[in-house]
């Protein structure tokens, strides 16, 4: 793989973050991810207690790889104590974005965390250059999970590269080689994929949420704000999520207004969570979910690899591994080679 500020910094051997997904990505995926060559991450809910996070650091830190942390911005004012977990277990990177992330760049930085702020526009990345973050990832709106919905991954990637001078990722769209190999030739020091990885034996998503989105197609994702707003989650309204459309989001979608009062719809949100019931209960995952299937993953992967490794499901089926994803990811390697006529 090329040699880039990414995997000079951390020592990998792919040139590849994965993204920090609360409620999807703990420390076993992160440290997978890790331990494949790519740099892990986890991320914290914004309720998630301080010793949620202590226990998962050691998690994702048992196999002696470099890993990450991401924090949401909007919620650290009112849980102080995540970020006192985060300085103590000094993981290798830390993302805070979604909000005013500025107040903790610099205390980040003393503790000689690397800091990365994830910007969905181009005045937002030059803010986090401002603020001193350590690199700045450019997320388009093709994203899964939360983020703005108003720039497309390639035209924000462009923008921010000629007017920011720190090292600068990719996120939003690259689930394959093809998507890293795309934006490393246009300037990026690396890719960060969350959407790739949801299929993965190692993520916390239950059988059912994994498996609508192995059935995904790519116009199978919906941006809004429904999902918070039936939570009641504070989530600041520029941040939207984008997830698997569902009943549930398609009944309510344009109606936020009604169902910010609506208990009969929150105490059905929260039933369907409990129960596995993903037509009312959501998934995040981004526009690339089509490409995330048993099949895709399983021929790149093994093209690479030469074998599905996998992990046994209940049924005896085999689920691909963060291994299989970071593999396939490696082939990007040989399709740069192949533009550049360096064969």
Known sequence: MPRTWLTDRFGLDVPLVGAPMAGVADGRLAAAVSAAGALGMFGVPAAAP??????????AAAGGRPYGIGLMAWALAGNPAQLDAVLEARPALVSVSFGDFAPYVEPLRRAGITVAVQAGTTREAKEAERAGADVVVARGGEGGGHGRDEVATLPLLQSVLEEVRAPVLAAG???????????LAAGAQ????????????????????????????ETGTAYGRVFDVAQRLAWPPE???????????????????EL?????????LEAARASGDFDTA???????????SDAVIGAEAGAVTGAVTGAETGAGERLPTAADVVGAFAA????LRRFSGDR
């Open 50 to 59: 301080a010793p949620w996070i202590t226990e998962q650091a050691a998690v």
């Open 173 to 183: 769209g690259i689930a394959t080689a093809r998507g890293l190999a795309a934006v």
């Open 190 to 217: 690396g890719g960060w994929a969350g959407t790739a990885f949801l299929g993965c034996a190692e993520t916390t998503l239950p059988a059912a949420a994994r498996a609508r989105v192995l059935a995904a197609e």
């Open 239 to 257: 941040f939207g999520g984008r997830g698997l459309r569902n009943a549930f989001f398609d009944r309510w979608h344009g109606r936020e207004d």
């Open 260 to 268: 910010a009062g609506d208990e009969t719809a929150q105490a059905e």
């Open 282 to 292: 959501y998934v995040y995952a981004g526009q690339a979910v089509g490409m995330v």
């Open 332 to 335: 990007a390697d040989a399709l």
